[in-house]
């Protein structure tokens, strides 16, 4: 069976591609952008950066900045509510994960309008919103090349997850110099989080080859770079490394899935508000000593893509090495379990049905080389509390 691939339409990648914004709009023949950014980005001048080339250039824009981690219902809203008032053509985003993927609901919802609610999985969404340009300033989620967003409902603490073409930006500039600022902790989990992507892509049901290339290339690099790119964080070559990783990650798991890792991460997210990237690093090790005796010779492989293995190693040595290595690194990065995150223990424990529940509802670990039922996935959740799986 033919693999339907779906990407950005035009990227820009390399140092300095940021600064190309002005122009891009006049080739997508925006001239009314509207910047979808969080404070963060404006405490710390990248907006100012960003807007400067638009001012030269004599294009007029208006600015959303009060997207929140972990995007709510609640705050796109606000951000429709604030680009309806006036008239815009195109949308650009500006940050990490979470706010592109506020841009990616905004730019949808302002055309087709209706509550997120009506667009989560399984509703596949093709037809585009208003032309969004992802600008990323962290490595790790892939957003800026990917056909879904996770937008949480508040009132029922679940993280929806959105997908279809429409989701996926017409554009991307993808420049590591805006990563060279990134804190240790935000590029240890999002440097997991990328190859969590390249992982559960490799080992889906809906892999494909143009996927398995993205992947490999992925794991390769993440296993190369991330730990320099933690303890070096001024190395160039580590962070243009990480930050191809993640774009290739997003590659990989946007045009084919993401397993039980995702799935079980997003209620994590929503009901103790832990960052994405994170909570895909506490499962990482956990969910794979589940499902490893279900592919191990695709799990072999990551291992030998890693380098953690060799071609000497039989399939059984490899799985072994990879899910050491996984442990390793993040004992390494100082990934904290849910327990040493602080997650207060009765909650955890008492919230397990529900969010193996919603895991499942997702749809994600039904990719799964494993597939879990419920009890399995609350199993799991139990082995990841204290790092014992």
Not at 15 to 23: K, N, P, Q, T, V
Not at 103 to 125: C, E, F, N, T
Request: net charge negative.
């Amino acid at each position: 069976m033919a693999a339907n691939i779906v990407l950005p339409r035009y990227m820009r990648v390399g140092a300095g591609a940021s600064r190309e914004l002005a122009g891009l709009l006049q080739q997508l023949g925006v001239g009314h952008p509207f910047i979808v950014t969080d404070q963060d980005m404006v405490r710390f001048g990248y907006l100012d950066a960003l807007t400067r080339g638009l001012d030269d250039a004599g294009i007029p824009y208006a600015v959303f900045a009060d997207t929140v981690p972990d995007p709510t219902v609640a705050s796109v809203n606000e951000g429709v509510a604030a680009l309806k008032k006036q008239d815009h053509d195109g949308v650009v985003a500006l940050g990490g994960g979470s706010p592109i993927d506020s841009a990616k609901a905004i730019a949808h919802l302002s055309v087709h309008g209706g509550r997120m609610r009506d667009y989560k999985a399984p509703v596949m969404s093709d037809t585009q919103g208003l032309p969004l340009v992802a600008i990323p300033t962290t490595a790790g989620t892939g957003s800026e090349a990917t056909r879904f967003t996770v937008i949480t409902d508040e009132e029922t603490d679940e993280k929806m997850l959105c997908p279809g073409a429409a989701f996926c930006p017409v554009a991307a500039l993808v420049d590591y110099e805006l990563t060279l600022t990134m804190p240790r902790r935000l590029t240890a989990d999002t440097g997991v989080d990328t190859l969590t992507h390249a992982i559960e892509a490799y080992v889906s049901a809906k892999r494909n080859p143009f996927s398995d290339g993205m992947a490999q290339m992925t794991m390769t690099a993440v296993a190369r770079y991330l730990r320099t790119a933690c303890d070096e964080p001024d190395n160039r070559e580590a962070r243009e490394g990480m930050m191809l990783a993640a774009m290739h990650g997003g590659m990989a798991f946007s045009n084919a899935s993401v397993c039980m890792v995702h799935g079980m991460s997003r209620p994590i997210g929503a009901f103790f508000h832990v960052p994405h990237g994170l909570s895909n690093a506490m499962l990482l090790p956990a969910v794979t000593a589940f499902s490893i005796d279900a592919a191990p010779d695709r799990y072999a492989a990551c291992a030998r893509f890693m380098g953690v293995a060799g071609a000497e190693d039989s399939d059984g040595d490899a799985c072994r090495k990879l899910l050491d290595e996984l442990r390793r690194l993040n004992r390494d990065l100082g990934v904290p379990t849910p327990k040493d995150y602080g997650i207060d223990e009765q909650r955890y424990f008492d919230v397990l049905p529900t969010m193996a529940e919603q895991a499942l509802a997702s749809g994600s670990p039904g990719n799964n080389p494993r597939v879990p039922t419920a009890d399995e996935i609350v199993e799991v959740y139990k082995q990841a509390w204290d790092g014992r799986g």
